[in-house]
């Protein structure tokens, strides 16, 4: 089969669940027992090159099937597209999926289907950086000006950017682009890391992580906090005093609070100078983000994680709602919109310190800010890409940490494919370690029966 | 088995398809051919009395499987539970639902996730207002100030409305309940018919049933707008000349623009007086629909059946960003967060006027309004909600219209059960209609093999 009349062949899915909940990993005022998982998708085609696209969304446990129902919905769209058309514009199918006019009912473009959506496009930027032998930051940060706007669906959000804003914002980076991209290799991407802030941790602990991440580097840590207004007060002082003036603390509510209670609890916590609030109430309170951001000043506050697409960026800015904005790799839909949300927020000037952590996600949100500092914003000033420790080993090429900095990947693709092994461990229930998990609780049930 | 002590037992899905789309039904600038669809289900007992409670959530086709998907992963929160008492508080199945850590991931309260919550939630509605040998509306009218405000969630909106906000509104309105449930049972509730305006139907089709919609008793007619402005000002002109000056006419461009679109298109049509603009954007873009309505008065704008929450609505009506709030029955998470919307949207002082048509959805969502009436607005001024005459049939107690009012339902429950034969006729892909169309195309391409 040539090149250029090969197909996609398939869309494979898989339900993977890590048990995490086991160990309280992850552990935060909302989510107190995540089993951290992926609705993963492994794209194939007749090239005979053996090339696979990767992509996947994360969850933290239930409903993981209903991710992959999601995902299998999308099919009919896929297959048996052109390999070369689509590698060479994933914003025509980024723009056939969001637009199924059917399928669009079940958003628009939020939750299950827009998730969805953005695992099947990032799985096809995946194959076309391995088909270009770069791995997706530097095949975003060497094209034209023009094809990456060609990438970006503009409806919606044309009233805050056009495509001559962006055109002119990313031709006005083109020529720092080598430099960039020298100084990336050298130094990496600033981290910051949310290991030693999980609700779930005892004190002890938490201050043991806080002073290894400062001897490892990071500039600034992360606690989870909104459980209880006393133990938040003395993680936070304990944090402090482990971590030094410094050094940065971010606390992350994870939706806690209503507008009111993140006024007074944030207010209560100012003592311990923290740098930012996360997610301080519900991600689609747009007004409410605002109005705490008023009363909470100079703490800045930060969200974006469960911002469902690039509308809701749009009006968090236009708000003046944020003073950090957190992209998330595989909420919205894929890099094509992501880009979009790049865009944003360079015209509105507010840095991007992307979410990470979970399961691959730090293994695709690198790429996007590594892009954003070569081609686009050109600065890591005030920027930060969360890293959380956990789970990158399962990954074909997992991050690597150095000095506080992600090092720049250099494996062609997204970095997106688990290895072999993780899949047939932990696809649910099948896998061995589902089946084996199975059969001990059904052992022990009929003990105690 | 005695009433105190009976539990759910079951929760029984079904993929319910119409083919709708064969005969331009339903069409309109972003939907032009939906299949109008139900992921249905049955909540069963084992109270020995043969009462069932029902839901649905509506969609437009494809999809409908991944819906089914989401609504069975609920069923591990719902059957077991006691009968009596999630009857008694539909709200606490309502905050486990929208609260289940992990579940909560793929929305929260958005999307397909939220949908399906919504749909388990107003299963129990139905079963709760059969027991009581009620329907829903009066159930609810019949109910204290004080229960009613305990089905609430106020998270994320007691910034603009507190639960004693909420209980004087609903005080206030306790002693005109007895004669406003006399004025609806005499005059019925006001409709309006988007019958004669889907895009799909040739002028003389606009113009007949425009006509016969005024003869019918209809004070307000709604046509479709956003493909093409040409026809759109043709359009709106006929159906103006042919139904003279006293007929309200909305417009609905079901998400057709961006703002900048949306005022132009909108000022392009005003020549023909339109009563409201529907949906001139992206339901998520709150600050464009605010930007919009500045521009286009005195056309109104409504906007509400794509909200996906009360958080999105308290936003609306914070930001005056619409004149009319349409609630939709199946969208939300149910009885308990329309509750919460209608609420709000009495405390703001802005009209309701539901969004309805599809499957079943002018069968729901007539309770909603009849319960605002005779409860919490105590008016119909300025209020009416949407009729469309397809798919009723299939309903075992469908709505009926007189004199282009809905009149009130007498039968318990919520009107959302659907004939057995319909099930059993339209269940995809294995029902006998979907059965036959297969074996028809597969004939088919067997001919032209």
Not at 60 to 73: C, E, H, K, P, S
Not at 373 to 381: D, K, N, P
Not at 436 to 448: F, H, K, P, S, Y
Request: net charge negative; proline share 5%; glycine share 10%.
């Amino acid at each position: 089969m040539s090149a250029t009349s090969s197909r996609i062949t398939g869309v494979h899915t898989y339900d993977i669940r890590f048990p995490t909940s086991r160990e309280h990993d992850g552990s935060d005022a909302m989510n107190p027992d995540p089993d951290y998982s992926a609705a993963y998708l492994v794209l194939r085609t007749d090239a005979g090159d053996g090339v696979e696209g990767h992509g996947f969304t994360f969850t933290i446990g239930r409903g993981n099937d209903v991710q992959v129902a999601a995902i299998d919905a999308l099919r009919r769209h896929v297959v048996g597209r052109r390999v070369e058309e689509v590698c060479g514009d994933p914003g025509s199918l980024h723009r056939d999926l969001v637009g199924d006019s059917q399928l669009r009912w079940l958003g628009p473009e939020k939750g299950v289907m827009h998730m969805a959506i953005g695992a099947v496009v990032n799985a096809v930027w995946d194959l076309a950086a391995k088909r270009a032998g770069k791995p997706l930051w530097k095949l975003l940060a060497d094209a034209s000006p023009e094809w990456l706007v060609s990438q970006v669906d503009f409806r919606y959000i044309d009233d805050a950017i056009s495509p001559d804003d962006a055109l002119a914002l990313l031709r006005a980076r083109a020529d720092g682009r080598v430099e960039g991209e020298r100084v990336l290799l050298e130094r990496g991407y600033p981290a910051y890391t949310t290991s030693p802030g999980w609700l779930g941790y005892a004190d002890d602990k938490l201050v043991r992580l806080a002073r290894e991440a400062v001897g490892q580097g990071f500039g600034q840590i992360k606690l989870k906090v909104g459980a209880d207004l006393a133990d938040d007060v003395r993680r936070c002082r304990l944090a402090r005093e482990a971590v030094g003036p410094g050094v940065r603390i971010a606390i992350d509510a994870n939706q806690r609070w209503g507008v009111r209670e993140a006024v007074e609890w944030v207010g209560a916590l100012a003592e311990s100078d923290p740098y930012w609030i996360e997610e301080p109430t519900s991600p689609d309170d747009i007004l409410g983000h605002a109005a705490i951001r008023r009363a909470v000043a100079p703490v800045k506050v930060a969200t974006g994680e469960h911002a469902h697409n690039r509308i809701v960026f749009k009006q968090l800015l236009q708000a003046e709602a944020i003073d950090v904005l957190q992209i998330d790799a595989a909420r919205v839909g894929g890099v094509n919109e992501n880009l979009a949300i790049l865009l944003l927020a360079a015209k509105f000037g507010v840095p991007v310190c992307p979410h990470a952590g979970g399961v691959g996600l730090c293994e695709l949100v690198q790429h996007l800010s590594m892009f954003d500092f070569v081609a686009v914003s050109g600065t890591t000033r005030d920027r930060v890409i969360e890293y959380v420790d956990h789970l990158h080993g399962h990954f074909v090429d997992p991050v690597r940490i150095r000095d506080g900095h992600y090092t720049a990947p250099t494996a062609p693709g997204f970095s997106a494919a688990m290895r072999p092994e993780a899949i047939a461990t932990y696809t649910y229930p099948g896998g061995a370690f589902w089946a084996a998990d199975l059969a001990t609780r059904q052992e022990q049930q009929g003990m105690t029966a």
